[in-house]
């Protein structure tokens, strides 16, 4: 890697490209810039190349050099490379618990001095040491970096290590990196060494016999030409040849191999030897190197090896494959013998799978070796494992613990099936069983998986039954770990059914949990059941089928099938139940409507029921009906009575009175139907239920459903209708009797109300006929009453006609008494009450003015009325032009300071440079105090000064400058107003330079917004920007998280500094500070050191040494139950941590800038329009890497770098304190980007769905986030509010700054304008070539003469001047052809108007002439504006043409108002058919929006005092910091004071005569072949090196101390002379310069004459 080579040249960061214009500052701060990239990359390279070694994975390449201070990482280092120098006994702090726990130790210096022994014992020179405190005061850890690189370089010589990587321009650090390392670099004020050199400074250094070397390779090359391996083998084993591994018995292969590499390699050179002269030729292009040599041996070395283990694999010989996998040649790692079984199993199954793919070339590679290695190792220590844990699990199964059993069985290395803690005594009661049923007394593996999987899928159904889940339960009944048999996939939901009703059953009994048996038993239960419901099911449409052919007898056979289970079947009666079954179906069809319904199995049983139930009833019936048949033949009345007493034949009964009635009509009745004589038949039949016939035999007493064959009805019996006929007809007549004898009363009653009733109607019938007559009687009345009242009425008249006189008298004296009665009483009652009367008023006043107010707020288009009440809000008053003025005042102050600090900063940064080059060389001391003077200088005359009105310049009062001040006024009020082009010009420079561009003039053309119009119009360019450059610049969505885009860099700096900081604080500090101080909070996720740490612990309590192996790899580190345990412990301490940072950040979102969530807005659209299949998720990461991790991210992991805490001089985090917002920051990093952890952060995958919860409230927070208004509607801000503001907006920009803009304006204007009839082309136009510094400042500025006109031009570039922008397009005087300037006016006028006269309607106001008190009116209101315009600043005046029209008489400016009405109307602004109501909805939110201007003034004057507070302070700050190097200055001059005359340092003209003149006399003189042979000289141009004697020079100290005068002669000749300053020098050397040419031709080392200058003339 440090082999120079010219060819290759890789880009550095920042580097300067030709064509850019920058000043000698910014190229100076691009160079820091770059030193500090460099530097972090050659950190980087380390970082990398010792994990490579160590296998461990180091801090973050930020935190690396504080991470080697304890110089455990290099004693680690020094093990790998010299492991029988070192051990880990010898590393102190080898965990660095000490480190972490309480910093640095003195003893850790011993792990710093044993790895420079360690260097010093491989043979590394010396040369590329550092010092002990170098590591361990940090005082220059370059130089430890250096050693680091250097010895990385050696090491891969010798084939110990492998080679460093080249990194440079590979990596990306972020800007506050880069600036920390910068400032880190500052401070070690030394110079950086030379990283690329290291290749030949080794050459150089390493005592190599070269000559030895070359003649050893030149023999090799030779016995290779010839062919004998003997002699090859022998020229290979050379010590000179310095080659390693070589091995007798490979003599044969080496010669093969290196033969035809050493052919391929002649065959190459022969095909170039054309193009290349002979004498020109290397000879090593035929001959092999010794790298080249050493390789060929190497590769026969590893394929022998290879073929030794290939050829194991396929004899199967584990001891052979053992033997070939230990060859140091294949450098496999991890080989242990007692795995030897499991490599052989490994590497010969891998071997056979790659036989079955293409192009195998039947030989298994060092990698697949290494791959099957390690696999294997990992499978048997797992393997190991479980057979430990199986031990267990049947000791502890057999002792009868629960607990016990269970905490065995829920180890992971058991690799056994989940287990349910809860349910540990149905485990431990099935396996103990289990155990006791194995012969041998205990359980294997795959017994204890089968029967805790099962066990755990029976555990797992019992929660389910407890919770009552039936999906879960479904789930785990069909799960097949359970193993149940006989299950049926349609029968579940009745599984689950009796499952929890056995469940619950259980639990009234006291038991736990159903056992597997349970479970097997109920699905055969409930399987026999439905088998059982199945048959029945059978048998129901058997029977169904059977009832519709008819036939009792086969209805009755499938009736007494067994599968039916019908009851109570009787043969007798199966004709009534193929009668009663037939028509209860039928009933079915026609009640449901469907012919095809059939009969349930319970409908059969309950039709079966019925018939048995006719059966019994008919008989009875038929029973009772013989028996009162036989009672009427008797003739006996009682017996007649006394049978149908005791039969139910007659339902509502019969009576004891009636019984020889009963027994006259029954007998007749029977003679009747009997006829002449008796039929003689035995039969008779009786209908039941008026539809089944039942035949019943007088003879035999039994009755039948089935019809008697020649059946004939017995015609002497009578039937149960008609004896119920008889007895009921006999038994009413009786009843009836009685009633009308016992209410006899009653129904005279009832005659006499019917009498009554005929009357009343009679009555009725007279009324309604008056009723109809009555309009006739009426008329009647009334005529005569009105003859009778007109009479008396004509009389009346006549007395008072002839009495009117007297009569008004006496009404008047009457009225007036009553209403000076009334009256003093009102004004008595006023007196009485006048105080609730003012507050009636006055609530009644605020409710109509309430009212009022509030329509002019919410209504959407308010009265001409309500609005012309408000009006006069619009008047400005002094106090708003004596608050306009303060806030002018303060802003301007503001930026000043802004501008003063950033420049205090720079300087205060360049004296910490040069500070430390003073550390390093004395002498540039008087440069530091010229410095400091100027700083002092600048400190006294305010740095940045902003030209007044009254001095030369931008300002004075000529008319081509004040041409020049207006054309640039207009400019950047364009460049302000429209973001395109700034947007298009920051793409069109090159990325450093627009951010340079952005730091100075955008932000000082918008005053680093300070104001909110400002705000809004920064956000507005960053908006456009931001859309411009996904449009052009933007691929894919995640080129904005993979790359740094510009606008989204610039917008995060912004934010984050002085006007984000605050809200950051706010936001992070409470939730930091209390992380930082919990002491008892040490979040460690890295499973190694964690289980190294616990290792430490244990000895340092047991006082012996562990037996546990110290290096470990994660996985053997996650087998310990103990680390486990400390890692679930250290991951539940983070996730807690990080919630209470998720809260802070989420409760907090509008402490969050406005200016951050909008562009996050912004970006989501931009993209989601751009990339439209893209997922709300994808967008919602983009949104979370701008306000999470570019925004809080950083501040998470480096608070003291933000300004989240206060820290105190010199004080750092502890490293503990570090992790651990290192550690909350990257969950709360993955969280956000939703990406979770695996790979290298596995350990952590528990955490996995804390991450999926957490960036679930992420998205909602960042949802909220991009949910802000536009900048519009924030700020009330429109296209109108320029012209109607008090005054105009100002800016504070430096010369420097509007030169170098007009510069890239002409430069790009084509690219950022193409349009050439643009308003830009035109304001460049007028502007015309770029001007220089004197013509802005103005003529005579600068004595033409001063031979310091050049620095005091650089000096007067910095000045700030004040510029008030204006728009070029604003209407002049008597210009109404803008319709926003013509509206402006119009309103203007029609408030002037309204205010004076009122109306309904703006068209009535205008059509109505005014008065002349109105026009008084209006005078006066005249004469109190020009007033109050006498007092108002001429910048905040209005212009002359918006003055003459508020002068103007009424009528007059209604004419005025009508003309722009007619003209704003023809441009569609504004219509006559609304009566112009659009213009009086303009007036009332102009009235609205001057209520918010002047809150929004207030509050932006506090804003700006705050702001103006803390720059102060900032730069007291800095003036401490002044003042201290000023102290340190002066004691440097009081210490060297005391020093010889020789090393004396001339400070101000008045050291001692006697050294001043010792110093001007010590001149050297040296020959150009001297200086060359101490190396001082390279080369001069056109002189050879026999002529250097010739040549002279002659270096004599100057005046000013630090500069020489060199002067050369040729040959006694005077040449040339040059003057020589030691302060570039040195800052040649600080910036790694190593060749610089004097006279233009001599080829100096600058590091050497340095040296020689120190050594010469300072004694150093």
Not at 54 to 70: A, D
Request: aromatic share 6%; charged share 25%.
């Amino acid at each position: 890697m440090y082999e120079e080579n010219l060819t290759l040249h890789r880009p550095r960061y920042g580097s300067i490209v030709d064509d850019e214009r920058l000043s000698a500052e910014e190229m100076d701060e691009r160079r820091h810039q770059n030193i500090a990239y460099e530097y972090l990359c050659h950190l980087e390279e380390a970082k990398q190349w010792m994990e490579a070694c160590l296998h461990e994975e180091l801090p973050l390449t930020t935190e690396l050099e504080e991470g080697l201070r304890n110089g455990v990482y290099l004693l680690k280092l020094a093990k790998f490379f010299a492991p029988k120098l070192v051990s880990d006994r010898k590393i102190y702090d080898i965990e660095q618990t000490r480190f972490k726990r309480s910093g640095l130790h003195f003893r850790h210096t011993d792990n710093t001095v044993q790895w420079l022994r360690a260097m010093e014992s491989v043979g590394l020179p010396k040369i590329f040491y550092p010092e002990t405190t170098d590591v361990y005061d940090r005082k220059n850890m370059p130089r430890v970096i250096y050693c680091i690189h250097a010895l990385s370089l050696y090491l891969f010589k010798l084939g110990i290590a492998p080679q460093i990587q080249d990194l440079l321009g590979k990596v990306d650090f972020t800007e506050e990196e880069i600036s920390n390392m910068r400032k880190e670099l500052e401070k070690y004020g030394i110079q950086m060494p030379a990283f690329s050199k290291i290749g030949g400074i080794l050459a150089n250094e390493l005592s190599v016999d070269e000559a030895a070397l070359h003649a050893a390779v030149i023999a090799i090359n030779e016995a290779i030409s010839r062919r004998v391996a003997e002699e090859t083998i022998k020229t290979l084993l050379n010590p000179n040849a310095v080659l390693a591994n070589i091995e007798d018995h490979s003599a044969q292969d080496y010669q093969d191999k290196l033969f035809q590499a050493k052919e391929t390699k002649q065959e190459s050179a022969e095909s170039k030897s054309n193009s290349i002269k002979a004498e020109e030729r290397d000879m090593y292009e035929e001959l092999l190197t010794r790298r080249e040599i050493q390789d060929n041996v190497d590769t026969v070395n590893v394929n022998k090896a290879l073929q030794k283990v290939n050829e194991a694999l396929e004899k199967r010989d584990q001891d052979n494959l053992l033997a070939g996998l230990q060859i140091p040649a294949l450098r496999l790692v991890g080989v242990q013998q007692e795995n030897s079984p499991w490599y052989l199993t490994r590497l010969s199954a891998h071997k056979e799978q790659k036989v079955q793919e293409d192009h195998f070339s039947g030989m298994l590679s060092k990698d697949d070796l290494q791959a099957g290695v390690s696999l294997s190792n990992e499978q048997a220590g797992a393997h190991k494992l479980k057979l430990e844990a199986i031990e267990k699990i049947n000791a502890a199964i057999r002792d009868g613990d629960a607990l016990q059993t269970m905490k065995t069985l829920m180890v992971p290395e058991a690799q056994l099936p989940t287990t349910y803690s809860h349910m540990a005594d149905l485990y431990q009661v099935e396996l103990f069983n289990l155990q006791k049923q194995n012969p041998e007394g205990k359980l294997t593996h795959e017994e204890l998986a089968i029967a805790v999987e099962m066990l755990s899928a029976v555990a797992a159904l019992n929660e389910a039954l407890t919770m009552n889940d039936v999906q879960a339960v479904l789930r785990h009944l069909t799960s097949s770990s359970i193993g149940v048999s006989n299950l049926h996939d349609e029968n579940t939901q009745r599984y689950a059914a009796m499952l929890a009703l056995i469940k619950t059953e259980a639990t009234d009994q006291g038991l736990q949990y159903l056992s597997w048996n349970d479970i097997q038993s109920c699905i055969e239960e409930v399987n026999l059941q439905v088998k059982e419901e199945n048959e029945k099911v059978i048998a129901a449409g058997l029977i169904n089928d059977i009832i519709d052919k008819e036939d009792p007898s086969k209805t009755l056979e499938a009736l007494l099938m067994p599968t039916a289970k019908l009851q109570g079947v009787k043969p007798s009666i199966a004709r009534h139940y193929q009668d009663v079954l037939w028509n209860t179906k039928q009933q079915k069809c026609k009640v449901s409507l469907d012919d095809s319904a059939v009969l349930g199995l319970d409908e059969i049983q309950e039709s079966i029921t019925s018939a048995n139930d006719d059966t019994d009833q008919a008989h009875c019936l038929a029973v009772a009906l013989s028996e009162v048949n036989s009672a009427i033949d008797k003739g006996d009345p009682q017996l007649t009575l006394t049978t149908l007493q005791s039969s139910n034949i007659t339902p509502s009964g019969v009576i004891p009175e009636c019984a020889e009635t009963y027994q006259d009509e029954l007998s007749e009745i029977k003679k009747q139907k009997t006829g002449d004589e008796p039929n003689g038949s035995v039969w008779v039949m009786h209908k039941i239920k008026g539809k089944y016939e039942y035949y019943y035999n007088l003879e035999t007493t039994e009755g039948t459903w089935d019809k008697p064959e020649h059946f004939v009805q017995n015609n002497t019996q009578l039937s149960k209708e008609e004896i119920q006929d008889i007895t009921g007809r006999l038994t009413g007549d009786y009843h009836r009797k009685q009633l009308w004898l016992a209410n006899e009363n009653r129904i005279i009653c009832l005659q006499a109300r019917a009498r009554g009733y005929l009357v009343r109607k009679a009555y009725k019938e007279r009324v309604n006929y008056l009723h109809k007559q009555e309009p006739s009687a009426i008329r009647l009345q009334s005529s005569w009453k009105g003859y009778k009242q007109r009479k008396a009425y004509t009389n009346r008249l006549m007395v008072l006609q002839n009495s009117a006189a007297a009569i008004i008298k006496i009404q008047s004296f009457v009225k007036m008494w009553r209403a000076r009665k009334a009256y003093r009483a009102r004004r008595q009652y006023f007196k009485d009450h006048t105080k609730q009367i003012i507050k009636i008023q006055a609530f009644l006043r605020a409710n109509k003015a309430k009212d009022d107010y509030k329509t002019l707020i919410s209504a959407g288009e308010p009265p001409l009325n309500v609005v012309r009440k408000f009006v006069h809000l619009l008047d400005h008053s002094c106090l708003d032009f004596e608050e306009e003025l303060e806030v002018t005042r303060i802003r301007e102050e503001v930026v000043t300071k802004i501008r003063s600090n950033q420049q205090l900063e720079k300087d205060l940064n360049l004296m910490d440079i040069k500070i430390g080059l003073l550390v390093k060389n004395r002498i540039s001391l008087q440069d530091v105090i010229s410095h400091s003077k100027k700083m002092d200088k600048k400190n006294k005359g305010q740095a940045v000064e902003v030209i007044s009105g009254d001095k030369q310049g931008l300002k004075s009062l000529s008319k081509e400058n004040r041409k020049k001040l207006e054309a640039y006024q207009h400019l950047f009020y364009l460049l302000q107003t429209n973001p395109t082009y700034l947007a298009k010009l920051i793409f069109q420079m090159p990325q450093n330079k627009s951010t340079k561009f952005m730091d100075t003039v955008i932000f000082s053309l918008y005053n680093y917004a300070s104001n909110q119009r400002e705000e809004c119009l920064l956000l507005k360019l960053f908006k456009t920007a931001l859309e411009e450059e996904i449009k052009s610049k933007v691929d894919q969505v995640q080129d904005i998280v993979t790359g740094n885009p510009t606008v989204i860099k610039m917008v995060v700096t912004f934010n984050r500094g002085t006007r984000g900081q605050n809200a950051l604080r706010q936001l992070l500090s409470p939730v930091v500070k209390e992380i930082m101080e919990d002491k008892t909070l040490a979040i460690n996720t890295n499973p190694v050191e964690v289980y190294k740490a616990w290792v430490n612990q244990m000895e340092m309590q047991t006082g012996e040494a562990s037996k546990l192996p110290y290096d470990v790899t994660i996985e053997q580190a996650l087998s310990h139950e103990e680390v486990r345990t400390k890692l679930e412990t250290c991951m539940h301490n983070l996730q807690a941590v990080t919630d209470k940072v998720l809260m802070s950040i989420s409760t907090s979102l509008d402490t969050i800038p406005y200016g951050m969530r909008y562009i996050a807005k912004v970006l989501k659209n931009s993209l989601h329009e751009k990339f439209p299949d893209s997922t709300e998720d994808e967008l919602l990461k983009i949104v979370g890497n701008l306000l999470y991790y570019r925004y809080m991210n950083p501040a998470i992991v480096a608070p003291d770098g933000f300004d989240i805490i206060d820290m105190t001089a010199g004080g750092q985090l502890h490293p503990d304190q570090r992790r651990n917002l290192g550690s909350v920051a990257k969950v709360l990093q993955h969280a956000a980007s939703n990406k979770l952890f695996e790979g290298e952060n596995a350990q952590l995958s528990s955490m996995n769905t804390y991450l999926s919860q957490t960036y679930q409230k992420f998205r909602s927070f960042f949802q909220s986030a991009c949910d802000v208004p536009e900048p519009e509607e924030k700020f009330n801000i429109d296209e109108y509010s320029d012209m109607v503001t008090l005054s105009k907006p100002v800016i504070y920009i430096s010369i420097e700054e509007i030169i170098n803009t007009h510069s890239l304006l002409l430069e790009h204007q084509n690219a950022i304008s193409p349009d050439h009839n643009d308003l830009l082309h035109e304001l460049m136009e007028g502007l015309g070539s770029v001007p220089d510094v004197e013509t802005l400042i103005g003529e005579g500025a600068v004595d033409p003469n001063d031979p310091n006109k050049d620095n005091i031009l650089s000096q007067l570039a910095k000045t700030g001047v004040s510029l008030a922008l204006t728009s070029k397009i604003e209407v002049r005087e008597g210009d109404d052809r803008d319709m926003k300037t013509l509206m402006i006016k119009t309103k203007q006028l029609i408030v002037d108007v309204i205010r004076i006269q009122p109306g309904e309607t703006l068209t009535e106001i205008l059509d109505t002439p005014a008065s002349s008190q109105q026009e008084a009116n209006h005078l006066k209101v005249v004469e109190k504006r020009a007033l109050l315009d006498s007092k108002v600043p001429d910048k905040m005046k209005h212009s002359q043409s918006i003055l003459e029209d508020g002068q103007l008489p009424v009528e007059q400016k209604k004419r005025k108002i009508q003309r722009n009405l007619r003209t704003l109307e023809q441009a569609g602004l504004v219509s006559s058919t609304n009566k112009y109501q659009e213009l009086i909805n303009d007036i009332a939110k102009d009235i609205r929006n001057q209520r918010r201007y002047r809150q929004r003034r207030k509050a932006e004057l506090v804003k700006l005092q705050q702001t103006l507070g803390a720059l102060n302070s900032k730069a007291k700050f800095y003036e401490e910091q002044n003042n201290y190097y000023n102290t340190y200055i002066k004691t440097c001059l009081d210490n060297l004071t005391r020093k010889n005359a020789r090393r004396s340092i001339k400070l101000d003209g008045k050291g001692e005569e006697k050294g001043n003149r010792k110093l001007k006399q010590s001149t050297l003189r040296y020959t150009a072949a001297r200086l060359h042979e101490k190396g001082v000289i390279l080369e001069i141009e056109g002189l050879q090196s026999n002529q250097f004697k010739n040549v002279l020079f002659d270096i004599t100290p100057s005046e000013e101390v630090g500069d020489f005068e060199v002067k050369a002669k040729f040959m006694g000749v005077e040449m040339e002379k040059v003057q020589l300053h030691f302060q570039d020098l040195l800052e040649l050397q600080y910036e790694g310069v190593a060749v610089m040419k004097m006279f233009g031709k001599a080829k100096v080392n600058v590091n050497l004459l340095v040296f020689l200058l120190n050594k010469k003339f300072y004694g150093k």
